[in-house]
């Protein structure tokens, strides 16, 4: 299942970074907040740390690959 999981994160970040290569947008990122009950988490190769079962980030690979990771939800859920 882990595998299944790693290798899905991995296509979804390479289907990202061909959209990201394909347009360039002058919109300030928004941050995006994600909760888990974990203090550290190795996705697709990132360590993410969660202070206080918060993560915080705007950069827009890492929210596609938390919002489908089954260990961590989406502030606001």
């Known amino acids: 299942m882990a595998k299944d999981n790693k ?3 991995e296509e ?3 289907e990202l970074n061909e959209v990201a ?3 360039s947008t002058t919109e300030e990122a928004k941050e995006t907040t994600f909760l888990s009950s974990y203090k550290n988490l ?3 190769g990132t ?3 969660f202070k206080d079962g918060v993560y915080s980030t705007s950069d827009e690979t890492e929210i596609e690959v ?3 990771n ?3 939800r989406e502030a606001g859920e």
């Open 7 to 9: 290798k899905q994160n």
């Open 21 to 23: 290569g394909e347009t």
């Open 47 to 49: 360590s993410i740390q």
């Open 70 to 72: 089954n260990l961590v």
């Open 12 to 14: 979804i970040i390479e």
């Open 66 to 68: 938390l919002r489908n």
């Open 42 to 44: 190795i996705i697709v």
